[in-house]
């Protein structure tokens, strides 16, 4: 099993703010995906999907779907974590290995990707609430450069945030970016251990 959290705020209003960029990738990647159910619990939407991948390591041990969930929470950015918290555990997943989450990052230029694990929130308040809600952060980011300004003077990163994509940047991510963190997903996703 694999819980792939994307980063965001609810609502019209922030639907395609740099803030969501981890809205945004899950919802690419759940694009044209088979999804067995998707519901509101545990502070969140959550879609379960299930993912036979042509994986000689999977056939070689007998091991069937891998049950993937993707989650938005429902709460703001700074309260992610509550989300993240209810429902790994209620599923009893190892968050080290078995959790990914995706989203926003003003440390990196615009477009460039980065994946960590067990590194520091670095500012981002969305994964400072996840990892003081599970008391770790040892777990899988993918981290999306959403950084245009030449100085951090033009606006407060604050407000930075939750400024708009431009209409050029959102065919970017689409056709670029998102492709990237598509494959950093099925990658994870292919990582399945008894």
């Known amino acids: 099993m694999k819980i792939i959290v994307g980063l965001g705020n609810p609502g019209k209003k922030y639907e395609y703010t740099r803030h969501n960029a981890g809205f945004l990738a899950v919802d690419h990647y759940m694009e044209g995906k088979e999804v067995i159910s998707c519901e509101s619990k545990f502070d969140g939407t959550i879609c379960e999907i299930h993912f036979h991948p042509h994986i000689p390591l999977l056939a070689k041990e007998g091991l069937g779907a891998v049950k993937t969930f993707f989650v938005k929470p429902k709460t703001f950015m700074n309260e992610s974590g509550r ?57 899988h980011r993918a981290r999306i450069g959403v950084e245009t300004r030449e100085s951090r003077n033009d606006m407060p990163t604050d407000a930075y ?23 950093i997903i099925a990658e994870f996703i292919s990582h399945v251990q008894n």
């Not at 431009?166 to 998102?178: M, Q, Y």
């Open 161 to 183: 945030v939750l400024s708009p994509f431009s209409a050029g940047e959102l065919e970017k991510l689409r056709k670029e970016v998102f492709i990237k963190t598509d494959e």
């Open 83 to 139: 989300a993240v918290k209810e429902i790994a555990k209620f599923y009893k997943i190892d968050i080290t290995r078995d959790l990914l989450v995706i989203h926003d990052e003003v440390d990196l230029p615009f477009g460039e990707i980065r994946t960590t694990h067990s590194s520091q929130a670095a500012g981002h308040n969305g994964v400072k609430s996840i990892i003081d809600a599970l008391g770790t952060q040892d777990f």
